[in-house]
């Protein structure tokens, strides 16, 4: 009954490649968020979502692409991973975008190789 | 640009300590302020939280906050530490207002505690 899911926890992929993250919230929350935390575990916005729809996008480079088919979901896509990739994702989720007591997943560390 | 500024990068303390962790925020506007801790190799949990009101807030496994509006501040205490206290603690901060729940997270404090 985990409140906010990522899968994998783990990913280790070659430079180049296309890859996943899946993230699932069941606390019935609007607002989902993806965050990076770099080697030096600094954490850093890079979307949000309400209802659906984008409501941030952080400068991020094109070749993250974040989808959320409903409410409760929110995965990021990434297309020709480079090595600067490399960090943890979190997935968060909030009631709304006013409430920000967010909730956030286990992440997902991604090492690109 | 708004930014979070946590003050210590590595505190080191003995078990049965006091600890106080510093954070200034930048932003003159209305905020809601946090205090996330991350054990290693787990994911944030929220310690504690301001939104408005009584500006020392109590959270989670003895830990209290106060919001100094006129210093920016948002300092974390606990009067005596514990061994299972080591972990990385993270301040944040959030305008609210069309903002889009964005987190400004501060650099983070590593909390080494010695038994």
């Known amino acids: 009954d985990t409140a906010v899911s990522q899968t994998p926890k783990y990913l280790v992929t070659q430079m180049g490649n296309d890859k996943s993250i899946k993230c699932e919230q069941n606390?019935?929350?609007?607002?989902m968020y993806w965050y990076k935390q770099d080697s030096k575990k600094f954490l850093k916005i890079m979307f949000s979502?309400?209802?659906?729809?984008?409501?941030i996008n952080e400068t991020v480079p094109n070749r993250f692409s974040p989808k959320s088919p409903d409410k409760a979901h929110l995965n990021l896509h990434i297309n020709s991973l480079e090595l600067g990739d490399s960090a943890v994702y979190f997935c968060?989720?909030?009631?709304?975008?006013?409430?920000?007591?967010?909730?956030f997943g286990q992440g997902t560390r991604l090492t690109v190789v | 640009a708004q930014s979070v500024s946590q003050h210590n990068h590595h505190v080191i303390l003995s078990e049965a300590a006091s600890l106080e962790l510093g954070c200034n925020y930048s932003?003159?506007?209305?905020?809601?302020l946090f205090w996330y801790v991350q054990y290693p190799g787990q994911h944030l949990q929220l310690l504690l939280k301001y939104f408005s009101g009584d500006p020392l807030v109590k959270g989670i496994k003895g830990f209290e906050a106060e919001f100094i509006k006129s210093k920016f501040s948002f300092n974390l205490r606990k009067p005596s530490v514990q061994w299972s206290d080591t972990a990385e603690y993270f301040c944040a901060v959030n305008r609210i207002y069309n903002q889009g729940g964005k987190l400004i997270f501060g650099q983070g404090t590593e909390l080494s505690v010695k038994p």
């Open positions: 979502y309400n209802n659906k729809e984008l409501i």
């Open positions: 932003y003159g506007g209305t905020v809601n």
């Open positions: 968060a989720s909030s009631q709304d975008p006013e409430n920000t007591e967010a909730f």
């Open positions: 606390l019935g929350h609007d607002t």
